[in-house]
């Protein structure tokens, strides 16, 4: 198999080399198109680059920009202009006329935006500062996410929680000039490129290639229904997971590799193979996607693909004329983008037709799954309290705190708003900048306790919808993330008022003083909602513990 450094690694990719090798389906549109620029360029690039403005890339927008670089986005040649994406959101073509139905932008913060305009240049760095690319802007806007939602989707946004992937305000489109691929530590061996795929199938004497695009850890029924459609069109099985937004620390990754590695062992060389696909998942509607991914595996130089066609049916109509409503899926995504769409409506269900369960369901040889998989009760937790000032937070995570500490044999860190304050963020004010670092640091914190099965209990005020979501997001890939809303209404807080300081914010003495003087923005869907004023501490920690409980993390 041959790594981004062009090393050849017999043992995860033989390749016997083969004369008269046949030909492999040609790229989408082609043309494979690479992006990455030579050395003489490189070095040019990167003086030019001193002098312009730098995009911090997410982990999402690095795998955009590996696939656009390295061919995997062919023929595409860039981030869409304004009117290749309302093109594609509203009819799934390209303004000239290229089916593509997925949006492919570049999205930035206000404060980014203004430092861009049509015919200027950005620098595209990762999180390090490592210089990956130019932008050549051409277009910069507004996005109208709730449009987009409603068309991508069929459904507004905020009808769809978790399913759009978070983007910023601002859209930027333009082509790009690469200087490097983003450098990946894991699984080096497994990340091919397309033109590095294509060489290893062409020498192997490979020419119809099912992709088999593994999500979730593998099992024994998914892996042989995947094969029994690979041979039932003479096609040679890969898989293909995605892996696009994997970070050092995401624990599931690792594990979902393995386990596809300890599978595909198994399998006869000569039968199937296993790479890493670099591609974020866009949460996008089911036929969209669906097509979206043929043509990133047809890129790949796979001229089938492996997919639940059962899920597609009903989403399919707006990919299609109405006269051509008796058209099949697979008809539809053969005519659209040249790649065959295998069925596997068996997979997952056993001989009774129920579902199998991937934690304890067998797999090939002695390798199971579930061994990755670490029970509920032994995983991390967060729990988050979001109130008022003198509504009770600090008394429940005290009392929540020795109770576990009596009852667990867990690690307990309790981070108090105070605290915290003092200790972690003595140098920040009470801007509405400086609070929502102080809770995102608490987050973070959080989020390295969670992830090491130890037990974080928050209590920050956290006025901001915006800041606790991202905190959310921050903790619950690691364990679980439970907010306990302590709705104790503002009279009574300020009945309790020990220190003053409802006191000093309605005379003014304090300024943006939450429930005062700036807002506290109730959360839309606490884990779970407790008013002290009408309970006893010990009575809402037990709600607390039932709840936990409940979910199966004590």
Known sequence: MLTQHGTLHTDVFPLPLQADAPALIAPYGGELVNLLADESQVQRLKREAIALPSLELNPWQLADLELLLNGGFSPLRGFMNQADYESVLSRMRTGDGLF????LVLDVTAEAARQLAPESRAALRDAEGVLLAILNVSDVWQADKEREARLFHGASAAARPGAVRPRRDYYVGGAVQGLALPVRYDYRALRRTPAQLRKAFTARGWTRIAAFQADDPLHDAALREALRAAHQCEAKLLIHPLTGTPTSEDIHHFHRVRCYQNMVAQLPKSEAALALLPLASHHGADARTTLWHAIIHRNHGCSHFIADTGTLAPRMDGVRADAEAAQTP???????????LLPLEAMGRDATNAAINVYTSPSLGDWQPHKLYVPRATRGFTVFFTGLSGAGKSTLAKALAAHLMESSERQVSLLDGDIVRKHLSNELGFSKEHRDINVLRIGYVSSEITKHRGIAICAPIAPYRATRRAVRAM?????????????????????RDGKGLYAKARAGIIKEFTGISDPYETPESPDLTVDTSNQSPEQTVQRILDKLCEEGFI
């Open 100 to 103: 593509w139905p997925v949006p």
């Open 475 to 495: 903790i619950e890939p690691y364990g679980g993330f439970f907010e306990i809303y302590v709705a104790t209404p503002l009279t009574v807080c300020e009945r």
């Open 330 to 340: 697979a008809a539809r995504c053969r005519e659209l983008t040249g790649v065959e």
